[in-house]
């Protein structure tokens, strides 16, 4: 078996690990201190089970059945964000063909065909739907509405769609995409744990008062320094990065993680809702849970290609 697999097996198995430790953590809670409402933690626990079973099997799985895990998350995040979104009566075709476009999407994700990959959605589709729009005839709204849709497919396709390519990047010094797919969720997911964690323990100065409260000056830097600390640590062992390209992927993560976060905010206080959805217990939609990872994914992808590819 190849290096690549056995770090692969060891990462997931250390991934399960805390989160058996967390279900016995809070099954201990329970039982200690009955008289206390542990039931958001309980569903938020439950929710990562199913979540990471689900990405454990995609990442496992052979290519084509993990860029179809990741074309339907892409297509749960869009119905997602289309079913918040103010959208014309009229719009109901051009609708239709923004679905179309995600298995066209991971088409050229499977292909590795990166040209058509990085400029499908954001020239041939951004120019293809305003004009399928101007044969229904109805202007009122028009710009509004070509800017709603294509805002969800550059979120919720193209930006994610990054994730599924890191799978397909060929394997180089015994290293698989499935580890740069973990490096970056996982690293994703604990910056914006950590950013939490020091703004409730250490934040007084808010920084997006409006958009997010709960966002700290202190939980911006603590998460930004956690996240840059993890990864010079996991970097070199899971990927081809040495420890300078690794801190500094860190660092891109923690803060495009944190602004990621804040925009899909503001976006859900314009459409007048706390959370995008409520798919997954504890956690809302499925964009509460990919908010930070629509930032992340293309930047860490673009920085990897760059100077490993």
């Known amino acids: 078996m190849p290096d690549s697999q056995h770090t692969l097996y060891y990462c997931l198995s250390g991934i399960f690990s805390i989160l058996l430790l967390a279900t016995l953590l809070i099954f201990t809670l329970k039982k200690c201190y009955p008289q206390r409402d542990w039931l958001e933690l309980q569903q938020r626990i439950t929710s990562w089970w199913v979540i990471i079973c689900l990405f454990s099997v995609a990442i496992l799985s052979p290519k084509w059945l993990g860029l179809t895990f990741f074309g339907f998350i892409s ?49 041939y589709v951004f120019l293809f739907l305003p004009t399928r729009m101007v044969l229904v005839g109805d202007t009122k709204g028009f710009l509004h509405s070509a800017s709603v849709m294509h805002w969800g497919m550059m979120t919720s396709v193209f930006a994610l769609s990054h994730v599924a390519y890191l799978l397909t990047l060929p394997n180089a010094d015994g290293r698989s995409g499935a580890l740069l797919v973990i490096f970056l969720v996982a690293l994703t997911e604990l910056n914006d744990i950590s950013q939490y964690l ?21 939980g911006l830097i603590g998460g930004v320094l956690t996240t840059t600390f993890l990864a010079a640590v996991f970097g070199p062992l899971l990927t081809q990065m040495n420890w300078t390209h690794s801190l500094i992927a860190g660092a ?11 925009v899909m905010s503001a976006i859900k206080r314009d459409f007048g809702v706390k959370d995008s959805g409520k798919l997954l217990p504890g956690h809302g939609g499925i964009l509460d849970r990919l908010d930070s990872l629509i930032y992340t994914a293309p930047l860490f992808f673009h920085f990897y290609y760059y100077f490993y590819m």
């Open 198 to 218: 020091w703004g409730k323990s250490l934040g007084k100065i808010k920084i997006t008062p409006k958009v997010s409260p709960n966002k700290t000056l202190a």
């Open 75 to 123: 297509f749960l995040a869009l119905k997602e964000y289309l079913t918040l979104a103010p959208t014309r009566r009229s719009d109901s075709i051009p609708l239709l063909w923004l679905y179309a476009a995600i298995p066209v999407q991971y088409v050229w994700t499977g292909m590795s065909w990166y040209g058509m990959f990085i400029i499908f959605i954001p020239v």
């Open 252 to 262: 891109l993560i923690g803060i495009s993680g944190f602004c990621g976060d804040v």
